[in-house]
């Protein structure tokens, strides 16, 4: 159910409908929106017989949402959500007509190694560094991540070079962590129906990237993100890597497909990533270009100063010297769409 709030009701009008909802055990959720305020009603089983609250001063209507998710619809909210990311050298935006672009390595290794890439792509312009301390390994003998001394070096990297950081939590007790450390906290494939950890990502502080899980259908896909928003953080973006298909020629399919159709659903960003959904290096370029093209808020890359010896997916890392390239082209194809990169 949502409630509709005329473009002039007064704060404490919204205030007043919000307690009247609260009174009935269920959870307000006020929209704001250029226009009106929405208000989302979550906690309720069933149908709600809320006339009591068409009657409110300020309400213009109250109407049933039929699609099972409601605060990432398009109903809830009609305009692009524009995600604001606070780094050392000012907000990145996300969303609407801005693109971000975020780079780094699959996992943070060293303190040299994430300098390096670091200072590389400063000099590309990109402003979020992407780096895993925590890594969900296929395996348990592969590289698992440094843990907090991981968070530590990517903390060294924002301050030596400005960047906004994103790196993933697997648990509970690692959230914890990467909240303190990290400006977005990242949802990866394997966990995006955890849902306990998808309800402590929603009382998060810092803004969350949920990957699409590798075998998730659109509408699994949005409902893991409504548990993030039902818990109170609206600051979520989703990011596209690539789903298990019988295709032979890459470690996933990119499903580019699924860009328009989130957008047409759903108010917020989609990011894509062109590493994991391809797994080859030397298709991150086309489809970077293809996803911008396609209407992707942002691109998720993974890029390494030496692939060759990286301990995690050095297959599909690109060089920063590539990166910058991509940068520039996709900086082109953003141009066509009138839209901006940052
Ligand atoms: C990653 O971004 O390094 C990662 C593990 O991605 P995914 O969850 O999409 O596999
Ligand atoms: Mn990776």
Redesign the pocket.
Known sequence: MLIVMQSHATEEQIRAVCARIESLGLKAHPIPGSLRTAIGITGNQGSLDLGVLESMSGVVECIPVSKPYKLVSRDAKEEDTVLRIPTPSGDVLVGGKHIALVAGP?AVETEDQCMTVGAQLKATGVRLF?G?AY??RTSPYSFQGLGEEGLKILAKVRDAYGFGIIT?AIDNESLALVEDYADVI?I???NMQNFSLLKRAGRAKKPVLL?RGMSATLDEFLMAAEYILSEGNYNVMLCE?GVRTFSDFSRNTLDLAVVPAVQKRSHLPILV?PS?GTGKRNKVLPLSRAAVAVGANGL?V?VHHDPEKALS?GMQSILPEEFAELTVEVKQVANVLHRIVN
């Open positions: 699959c992407r895993g890594k969900p993933e990242q990866g494939a394997r990957k890597r990533d994991h998720l993974e997916d």
